[in-house]
């Protein structure tokens, strides 16, 4: 992206959380009955996330000679940066152009690692045959189309390779029209993720559920957005009608249809933990290739 293209309303979003939230990593944190639920404590459920990740690959590269891993989407550079701490040759690619900024300066006394400054389907794969051990996604995994996935990753594994995947999924419940459907965006249809694995050259060796371990963070979420940020935008809303009232009334009708969307994703109560644990499913999983 250059300086004069405009941010993506995805690549904002991640902006914006990681300025606001002031935390390293861009993921949800992992909650259990010992950690309170509370905004004072994301970075620690957050870093519960990075630990479980990292005693994961460990267990998995216990027998691999100079593993090397591909962190796709590796967001603020948070785990890449973990994960070399840990003595693994690791490459990463990411398309944000802002978050790449923060990646060089983790990556500036590491001249070995190699940034694609791109999406995961523009990677150089001639290039890159077999150099991989693990394709690590964690929660880049449901901006990748399926077919790019698993036409593509085989090839950038070395025989045995995985992708380990920690991510959301679709439910069956998707568009059947209920209380808060499509409030969130984003994921895969599980079942048709399973369909592709299926029909691919991989199998899976770990599925688990880590939904209502993930959920908590929306209810913070929410929490944030009707009890904080809604009284504050309506503040400001009075404001500006006091003092630009015909510029204010004809701005709002101008992107009536956008405030309209956004208040019914954020602002009505929809994003709520039960409605993401009946439409999301969130996963981690292990792919075996071969």
Aim: hydrophobic share 40%.
């Amino acid at each position: 992206m250059t300086d004069k293209e405009h941010m993506s309303s995805r690549e904002l979003g991640l902006v914006l959380a990681q300025q606001l939230l002031d935390v390293e990593d861009l993921h949800y944190g992992l909650w259990d009955a010992d950690l309170e639920v509370s905004l004072g404590n994301v970075a620690l459920a957050q870093q519960r996330y990075t630990a479980m990740l990292l005693a994961l690959l460990e267990r998995l590269l216990a027998g691999c000679s100079e593993p090397r891993l591909l962190d796709v989407g590796c967001g603020t550079g948070h785990m890449l940066q973990r994960l070399l701490e840990q003595g693994y040759r690791v490459d990463a690619v990411n398309p944000s152009a802002h978050l790449n900024k923060l990646v060089h300066e983790r990556l500036a006394a590491r001249p070995a690692t190699t940034l694609y400054e791109t999406g995961f389907e523009t990677l150089p794969f001639k290039q890159l045959q077999q150099h991989y051990d693990v394709l690590l996604f964690s929660e880049s995994f449901q901006y990748i189309p399926l077919p790019d996935i698993f036409t593509q990753a085989p090839g950038l594994l070395r025989p045995g390779g995985r992708l380990v995947i920690c991510d959301f999924f679709k439910t069956d419940a998707h568009c059947d029209g209920g209380h808060g459907d499509r409030s969130f965006s984003g994921g895969h249809v599980l079942a048709d993720f399973y369909r592709a694995v299926d029909a691919s050259a991989f199998r899976i060796s770990h599925d688990e559920d880590l939904t209502a371990r993930v959920s908590p963070n929306i209810a913070l979420l929410d929490e944030w957005l009707t009890q904080r940020l809604h009284p504050a935008l309506l503040s400001i809303d009075d404001y500006l009608l006091g003092a630009y009232p015909r510029l204010t009334r004809v701005l709002k009708w101008l992107a009536r249809h956008k405030l309209a969307r956004a208040r019914y994703k954020y602002l009505s109560g929809h994003r709520s933990q039960a409605v993401f644990e009946k439409y999301k499913s969130y996963r981690l999983l292990v792919l075996e290739l071969g």
